[in-house]
Nanobody, 121 residues
Framework: QVQLVESGGGLVQPGGSLRLSCTAS????????MGWYRQAPGKERELVAT????????NYADSVKGRFTISSVNAKNTALLQMNSLKPEDTAVYYC??????????????WGQGTQVTVSS
C-alpha cells in the first residue's frame, strides 16, 4: 500500500556532507512521523532522527545532534536528512522509516530499502 524510495547515499570524505531523501507514495491517509535509522556492520539498527509530519517535533541521536538536520516536505510526503561534518563512525546503511494512520486510524510502519553511506579518507 505504501512504498518508500530513498536516495542520496554515497562515498564522502570525513568532514563532508550528504543529503538523504525519502519519499512515501501509495495509499496514505495520514503520516504520523518520518525518520531515519542506520545499521553499521556488526551493530544493531539505531535511530538517527525523526520528525513529525508537521515538522513541529524532531528527535536526534546524541551522536548526530548538531551535525544532522531532519526536515520534511509535506506536499511530497518527503523527509530529508542533511548530514554535515560526517565522520567515519557515520558509515552505515541508512533506512527511512514512516509511520502512518489509515482511514480506519490503524497504525502502520514502513521501511525503505536502505542506502549506503560511507565516510572514508
Amino acid at each position: 500500500q505504501v512504498q518508500l524510495v530513498e536516495s542520496g547515499g554515497g562515498l564522502v570524505q570525513p568532514g563532508g556532507s550528504l543529503r538523504l531523501s525519502c519519499t512515501a507514495s501509495g495509499t496514505i491517509f495520514s503520516i504520523v512521523h518520518m525518520g531515519w535509522y542506520r545499521q553499521a556492520p556488526g551493530k544493531e539498527r539505531e535511530l538517527v532522527a525523526t520528525i513529525t509530519s508537521s515538522g513541529g517535533n524532531t528527535n536526534y541521536a546524541d551522536s548526530v545532534k548538531g551535525r544532522f538536520t531532519i526536515s520534511s516536505v509535506n506536499a511530497k510526503n518527503t523527509a530529508l536528512l542533511q548530514m554535515n561534518s560526517l565522520k567515519p563512525e557515520d558509515t552505515a546503511v541508512y533506512y527511512c522509516n514512516v509511520a502512518t494512520r489509515d482511514s480506519g486510524w490503524s497504525y502502520h510502519i514502513y521501511w525503505g530499502q536502505g542506502t549506503q553511506v560511507t565516510v572514508s579518507s
